[in-house]
């Protein structure tokens, strides 16, 4: 194996890995948001008015980049 193929694998496993870690890291968030929406609908109500459900999200994953992340995205805002 030579140096650059040595260094296309190093560059995919940094990349699994740095890819893997980011998405634990944004599961572990929304883990979070979702607990901490839970409490404070529990102690305060609903957070959103029934008027403002059909409000745009203030951010939003744009799906032509994204589809995926955009799916889901309007999943949790559903929630």
């Known amino acids: 194996m030579d140096k650059q193929e040595r260094s296309k694998a190093e560059f995919k496993m940094k990349q699994e890995v740095l890819a ?43 799906k032509e980049l994204d589809p995926v992340g955009h799916d889901r995205l309007r999943t949790l805002n559903k929630i």
């Not at 979070?32 to 109500?45: F, N, P, W």
Request: hydrophobic fraction near 35%; avoid cysteine; charged fraction near 25%.
């Open 20 to 62: 893997n870690s980011f998405k634990a890291s944004v599961d572990s968030l929304i883990s979070r948001v979702k607990k901490q929406k839970e409490l404070i609908t529990a102690s305060y109500g609903p957070i959103i008015l029934n008027s403002k459900k059909n409000e745009l999200p203030l951010f939003d994953i744009n």
